[in-house]
Structures are given as C-alpha cells and as structure tokens.
C-alpha cells in the first residue's frame, strides 16, 4: 500500500509499507536534525523489528539501544526508574529524541518515559502490533501500572510522529493479532457500519486487506480523539466493550488463567453489551445475533461459573470507568452510533450475563 497520511491534534500519523521518505524528511526538520536519538526496544522488536528499521533508516544505525523487558508485568515505575538512570548516564539532554519500536507495553513506558524525563523530551513511536498500530501508539494516553491496578500512573503527552509500517505484523503471533482485533471490531460498531459490513463477511483467518483495517481503524480513533482530546466525554465512546470486558479479563486474572488476552474479554464484553444496547437502547435483536454469531466464530468462549456472576458485579462497582456507585456502559443504539455513560441497573447486567451463559 502507497503511503497514507493523516493528521492527528498535534503530529502526522504515517501508515503502509512506503513511509520511509517521508519520515527522512519528518528527521531532517530543523528542530530534530541535530537531536540525539535513542531507540527503545523490547527483546522481541529488537530481533524482529530492529533489523527491518535500520534498513530503511541508516541514521538510526550508530544510535544507542535501550531494551525494556517485554511483558505486562514490567509495565511498572521500577522499570521506567531503570530507563530514566539509563538516560542520565548516557547524558540524554533536552533535546534527545526517543524511538520506540515495539507493542503497547513498551509505547506506553516509553511515552511516559519521553513525558517525564527532565519535563518532556520529544519520542516518535514505531508500533508493531496490531493493539499498538490501531490504538496505543497514538491519542497521547502514556503511562504504567501500579501493583495489579492498570494504567493508575500517567498523563497524556503526545508523540512527534508515528510510524505506522505494517509490515512490521508479519511475525506477529496469531493470539496477539487476534487480541487488536476486538477493537476492530468495536471501531466498526461504535462508528462505521459499513466497516461493520466488510468485517461480518469475512472471517479473521481469511483477511487479506490488513493494510485497509489498520488505517480505517485509526482513522476512526483519531476522528474521536481529536474530538475529546482529554477523555471527557466523547472519548468514552471508545469504551464500547470495555466495561464487561474489563471485568472478564479480572475474573481470569484471579484464576491465574494467562489464556484470556485483553482483546478476547472485549469480544465477551462486545456481546454482553450489545445485548444491554438491545435492552436499553433498543437495537434490534437480529444484530445482536449477528455480532454474537460473528465473535464467536473468531475468538475463544470463555465459560463463565455460577460464582463468577456476583464477582463480575462487584468488579463493575469498583470500575475506574464508573461515577460513584453507578455502573455505566457505552451503548449502540445503532450500528455505527455509540451512546456515553448508560446507566444500567444490577439487574439488567444479570440478564446479559445470563444471554452470554446460554451461549455456551
Ligand atoms: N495508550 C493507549 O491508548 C493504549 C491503548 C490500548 C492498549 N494500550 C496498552 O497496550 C498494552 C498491550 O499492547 P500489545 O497488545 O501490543 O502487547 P505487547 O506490547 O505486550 O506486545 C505483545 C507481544 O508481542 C511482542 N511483539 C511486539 N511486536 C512484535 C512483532 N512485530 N512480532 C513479534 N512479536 C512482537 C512483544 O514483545 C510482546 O511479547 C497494554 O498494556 C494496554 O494497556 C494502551
């Protein structure tokens, strides 16, 4: 795919194979040319995606590397101390530049990181996973995790660039492919039903047009983004799944169960709360079964015990997402069309958690 441009609040969003021109003119702007770039990698981007970078960007060749362990559990303060001592001893001043090269463990330590360091240094994000090409690396959300509670410490800072080079996917492992997937799947629910209509005939394994989803996805994020910039309210829109899929994701948690990824407890979630869109909102039930149909044709069931009911009830309580002790979702009226902050009460939930029981 030629390239595709797009511009978010502050900084241009670069998608497709044929980026590399255009990013070489983005470095040789004059407040860059005479930074100092210091590359963040993870082991995986160091062996996989590295390589394929300095290629296309010889300058980056002579530049220092700095490897952050992969994995969610290092998404800490402890680590970015390790960074922000690394950057110290290697005198990274004011106008240092980081490149992040990875998935959205490391754009979200990495940006927050740039956010911090000596006040703010400026850092360009090269995703590499679908999560990170369609949603973390861009939308200025930058932050770490605190104990078990996700994303409790960060603040928005927005990047310079993102580079979005597909081709970066090929290696990606099916699971974590899949796992970006759901909130495809939710950026056609919450605002394109058309996208809605691509997606529902074709099955994950059989996509071909990744190129056309990746920048149909973050177009759509962007649009809202630019929208609400600081998530007060139209951002909320992109919650669409989120709240009982939040939830799902904790219950697996607490049974040490590592088989439920981020994006197959949205896909529960999508259809627990599709059926709240049909119950509250009046979405009709042949699209419900449409969606439900279609997700469980391309991402695992997750079976749901007797006890789990009452614990996915307290999590809700306790969700970040709610205001005080009011659960609240966002619904779809329509395809394509999303409704914030949807109050529902406890029994309402029961009902979609019972649809989604009977679905085994
Ligand atoms: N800031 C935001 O707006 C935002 C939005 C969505 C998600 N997130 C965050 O993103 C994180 C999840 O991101 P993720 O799903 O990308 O997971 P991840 O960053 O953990 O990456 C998944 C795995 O894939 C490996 N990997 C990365 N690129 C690869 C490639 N091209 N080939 C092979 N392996 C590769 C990584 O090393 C890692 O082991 C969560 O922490 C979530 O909170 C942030």
């Not at 619904?331 to 989604?356: M, N």
Request: net charge negative.
């Amino acid at each position: 795919m030629p390239i595709r441009i797009l511009r978010a609040e502050t900084y241009p969003i670069l998608i497709g194979e044929d980026i590399f021109d255009e990013i070489q003119v983005h470095l040789r702007e004059p407040e860059r040319k005479d930074s100092k770039f210091i590359l963040m990698v993870d082991e995986n981007t160091r062996n996989l995606c590295l390589p394929l970078l300095l290629e296309k960007l010889e300058q980056f060749r002579e530049c220092t590397v700095i490897e952050i362990p992969s994995g969610e559990d290092r998404k800490n303060i402890q680590t970015c101390v390790e960074i922000w001592q690394n950057l110290i001893d290697l005198k990274a001043d004011k106008d240092s530049v980081l490149v992040n090269i990875g998935g959205g463990v490391l754009t979200d330590i990495a940006g927050f990181i740039a956010a911090t360091y000596k006040r703010g240094i400026r850092y360009i994000n090269f995703p590499t996973t679908l999560v990170g090409q369609i949603d973390a690396a861009f939308g200025g959300k930058v932050g770490v995790n605190l104990s078990d509670l996700k994303n409790q410490i960060g603040v928005f800072a927005n990047p310079d660039a993102v580079c979005i080079y597909t081709p970066f996917l090929k290696t990606l492992s099916a699971r974590d492919k899949l796992s970006g997937f759901a909130e495809v799947v939710k950026y056609a629910l919450i605002m394109d039903q058309h996208f809605w209509k691509l997606l529902r005939n074709v099955n994950f394994v059989q996509i071909k047009f990744w190129d056309d989803i990746i920048y149909r996805s973050v177009e759509i994020k962007n649009r809202i983004v630019k929208n609400d910039p600081l998530d007060k309210r139209l951002r909320k829109r992109l919650n669409f799944g989120h709240t009982l899929g939040h939830a799902f994701e904790t219950i697996a948690l607490q049974r040490k169960d590592k088989s439920m990824t981020h994006g197959s407890g949205v896909a529960m979630g999508i259809i627990c709360e599709t059926f709240l869109s049909c119950k509250m909102k009046g979405l009709s039930w042949e699209i419900l079964e449409e969606i439900a149909s279609y997700i469980l044709q391309n991402f695992p069931y997750y079976t749901l015990e007797d006890d789990d009911v009452d614990k996915i009830l307290e999590i809700l309580v306790h969700d970040k997402k709610n205001s005080g002790d009011q659960i609240n979702f966002t619904l779809i009226p329509s395809l394509g069309h999303a409704l914030i902050d949807q109050y529902c009460e406890p029994e309402d939930i029961l009902s979609c958690l019972q649809f989604y029981r009977e679905l085994d």
